[in-house]
């Protein structure tokens, strides 16, 4: 796969994702078991569950479009995406549970670390002149 058709693919993923979250937030009540308390919670999750995966969409699509910058973007995707899983998998051990969407972000989040990993090898580095 390459590098630019992985990011299109991520950004398909991530861009939908987050309008949903923003748009309704409350759909990661039942979906996550992630409900807000206070209008601030409410905030909360459509900057973190929406804005943030928007942005992460923005990005891919950046990265698959734009050449200069799909290095870059696999960079950032595979920093940001190692930050999630690990974070999701310890924090699944510490509570002891893997609930079905655990599982499924670990899979998300962890495999996009390591495909933009062996993918950013593969794409040039672009030295400025």
Known sequence: ??????????????????????????????????????TTGTVELRAMYGGMQMAFGVLAFLGAFRPPFTRTALLATAILCAGLGSSRLLGAITASE?????????????GSTAIAALLLRRVPQVVPR
Do not use: Q
Not at 23 to 34: C, E, I, K, M, T
Not at 98 to 110: A, D, P
């Open 98 to 110: 893997v609930s079905s969407y655990t599982r499924g972000g670990l899979v998300f989040e962890l």
């Open 1 to 38: 796969m390459g590098a630019r058709i992985f990011l299109g693919l991520f950004g398909l993923v991530a861009m939908p994702f987050g309008i949903i979250c923003f748009v309704n937030p409350a759909f990661l009540d039942a979906f996550a078991g992630v409900a807000a308390t206070s």
